[in-house]
């Protein structure tokens, strides 16, 4: 049929009204369907995570491939925060670095991984070195190598795991950095991980590894890499044989020279100390020091620090302690320690263990300590109690910590101590043999590089334990009795390697002044004035009097042989009491007035020797 000739008649049609458009015609709406990683991206938008995690196992079994977002950080942060049940940590971590690595490449989109960071570094309550090995591998594979967060990873393996733990992680990091460049199409740089490496010999270092950062400095000589002349002087500078750490050096780098006038550290800053009776004008130029201190290398003195703010508190002020915690907290990692240390100190000598406890964990990463028994007191019907109560601060409001920090061996040292006097006396026992276990582990010897280890686990540098940390176990079998055990403790010290400090043989002696045998306190003190007079083996102290004139004792001597005539006085022992006096007076050249302690124990002292006297003439 022809079509027709002629136009339409519109006037056939009826104009448009309201009713019409009042009318809605329905149709049928177009639905497309979401993709494979849509679906992904939105069940983890959406919070969904278990049903997450199934769908991309499924995608992976059916090699079905998956768009990179970085949405899928918060599906990473939720495999290491979710609570599952035990016997799932690998599964955890499987999970956590799937899911990391389906974020974009650095070259795409620049990320800073805040979150996980804080709860791997700040949140956990234990420091989990796979986690941390992983996380940091992952991040190379997107091109993360001088960052932060890379940085960080690098520095707490090189700290905290076996040295060859930290080399064959440098390895994997090599070979991840090389692979993204190949992926990308970029030229590698030569240098691109002397960051890491430097970083990581340099905390290998000041842990006390000196052999495992000088190996690693072979490690990257061999691999084309300079490292830097500050690094290779921390290493030598912090060698217990500095002469051999620089003939090693050498013989790495042969153009390298130790010019330690170029790298010295800053002069450590005297804080004056305040009188009792303290002044706005003597606070205000504390202030100005310890200022100038935190804004140094040296921090000050923690217990310089506890002495102004208290005396600053006194005065009804509250402004400057927290403009100098600020400054503390902003300025170095150092200086944030020493302020916690001195938070502890404050809480130690105040009798608040519990709080001490609670200013080391919500400060430091739980390594150097029982940290089953801590948390079970913090947790316990004890922290629970003074949870109630309110928790008090050295300074107020307590400050935001973005990451936990690195104990020093004086920090794990008051966390021992006030964990002996917290425990039950049944389980002190128990603790002293782990903490034997914990030192002798920190000083075995680690095993050659011959092939990569099999797990990465924590492992602590030698230089976390020392002397200090066996004092409470001292004290505590002097004061119940038995200085027999309390000297066993200084064997078992000898044979780990730790030598015993006058701290250490102070409260010895003292145990046996006040409840053993007196002549072995003698013959301590005899010891003890010996080696620091610096006399030949078998030269009694006192056969030189042409050295008396010149010999002046230290204040620690003098505080061993005051603690010992405290001792002896506790034991009503008049006799050994007046020996310990006359070599006070004759070899020391000791007058009244010079130490307070010492006036108030040979105060003590009179005291006793003036009991029978005062019973005779009761009786008469």
């Known amino acids: 049929m022809p079509y027709p000739n002629t136009q339409p008649d519109l006037s056939v049609f009826e104009d448009m009204s309201e009713e019409y458009a009042s009318v809605s015609t329905l149709g049928t709406q177009v639905f497309t369907p979401l993709t494979s990683s849509e679906a992904l991206a939105s069940l983890v938008s959406e919070g969904n995570f278990k049903a997450a995690e199934t769908l991309r196992k499924e995608m992976i079994s059916h090699h079905i491939p998956i768009t990179l977002n970085a949405l899928y950080l918060r599906a990473a942060?939720?495999?290491i925060t979710e609570r599952r049940s035990k016997g799932m940590a690998k599964e955890r971590l499987d999970a956590f670095e799937a899911w990391l690595s389906l974020i974009p490449d650095r070259h795409e989109s620049w990320l800073s991984f805040y979150a996980i960071r804080e709860r791997m570094f700040r949140a956990m309550d234990h420091l989990n070195i796979s986690l941390v090995h992983r996380f940091g591998l992952v991040l190379a594979s997107k091109g993360y190598f001088t960052g932060d967060a890379a940085l960080q990873a690098a520095s707490t393996l090189a700290r905290h795991a076996r040295p060859a733990v930290t080399e064959n992680y440098l390895r994997k990091l090599e070979d991840r950095c090389r692979d993204y460049h190949l992926r990308t199409g970029r030229s590698m740089p030569v240098?691109?991980?002397?960051?890491?490496?430097?970083?990581?010999i340099r905390t290998q270092a000041l842990a006390g590894r000196s052999g495992a950062a000088l190996q690693l400095a072979s490690t990257a000589q061999k691999r084309g890499l300079r490292v830097s002349d500050f690094t290779l002087y921390i290493v030598a500078k912090h060698a217990p044989d500095q002469?051999?750490?620089?003939?090693?050096?050498?013989?790495?780098?042969?153009?390298?020279?130790?010019?330690?006038?170029?790298?010295?550290?800053?002069s450590i800053n005297e804080v004056p100390h305040t009188d009792t009776s303290t002044t706005i004008s003597s606070l205000a130029t504390h202030l100005r020091s310890l200022r100038k201190a935190f804004k140094s290398s040296s921090p000050p003195s923690p217990y310089a620090l506890i002495h102004f703010i208290t005396s600053y508190q006194a005065l009804g002020r509250t402004r400057a302690p927290v403009l100098l915690r600020s400054l503390a907290y902003h300025h170095s990692s150092k200086s944030a320690a020493t302020w916690a240390f001195a938070e502890m100190l404050h809480f130690r000598a105040r009798r608040?263990?519990?709080?001490?406890?609670?200013?080391?964990?919500?400060?430091?990463?739980?390594?150097?300590?029982?940290?089953?028994?801590?948390?079970?007191?913090?947790?316990?019907?004890?922290?629970?109690?003074?949870?109630?109560?309110?928790?008090?601060?050295?300074v107020s409001p307590a400050y935001p910590m973005q990451e936990k920090l690195w104990p020093s061996p004086h920090h794990t040292a008051v966390v021992w101590e006030t964990l002996v006097r917290l425990v039950p006396k049944a389980d002190r026992e128990r603790l002293y043999k782990l903490l034997l276990q914990l030192v002798a582990q920190s000083?075995?010897?680690?095993?050659?590089y011959d092939k990569p280890p099999e797990r990465t686990s924590l492992s602590?540098?030698?230089?976390?334990?020392?002397?200090?940390?066996?004092?409470?176990?001292?004290?505590?079998?002097?004061?119940?009795r038995n200085p027999e055990k309390a000297s066993e403790v200084l064997k078992d010290m000898v044979s780990l390697g730790i030598e015993p400090g006058m701290v250490q043989w102070s409260i010895v002696a003292r145990g046996y002044a006040q409840h053993g045998d007196p002549l072995i306190a003698l013959r301590i003190l005899d010891?003890?004035?010996?080696?620091?007079?610096?006399?030949?083996?078998?030269q009694s102290a006192h056969e030189t009097p042409q050295e008396e004139t010149y010999y002046r004792p230290s204040d620690t001597l003098i505080g061993t042989y005051t603690n010992v005539l405290q001792g002896f006085v506790a034991a009503e022992d008049v006799e050994h009491a007046r020996e310990v006096e006359r070599r006070l007076v004759e070899r020391f050249a000791y007058n009244a007035g010079d130490r307070r302690a010492t006036d108030a124990a040979i105060k003590l002292l009179r005291e006793l020797e003036n009991k029978p006297a005062q019973r005779d003439n009761t009786t008469q």
Not at 191 to 200: G, I, R, V, W
Not at 243 to 261: C, E, F, N, V
């Open 77 to 79: 942060l939720n495999a």
């Open 191 to 200: 240098d691109c991980l002397l960051p890491p490496f430097d970083l990581a």
């Open 243 to 266: 002469h051999h750490a620089t003939d090693k050096i050498r013989t790495i780098y042969p153009t390298w020279s130790m010019q330690p006038t170029q790298f010295s550290d800053e």
């Open 352 to 394: 608040e263990y519990i709080q001490t406890l609670l200013v080391f964990a919500q400060h430091f990463h739980l390594v150097g300590v029982p940290r089953t028994t801590l948390l079970y007191l913090i947790r316990g019907p004890h922290g629970r109690r003074m949870r109630e109560e309110g928790l008090g601060r050295l």
């Open 443 to 448: 000083k075995q010897e680690e095993p050659p």
């Open 460 to 480: 602590l540098p030698p230089t976390t334990y020392d002397a200090a940390h066996f004092s409470p176990f001292i004290s505590m079998w002097a004061a119940r």
């Open 527 to 538: 010891r003890l004035e010996e080696i620091e007079r610096g006399t030949s083996k078998g």
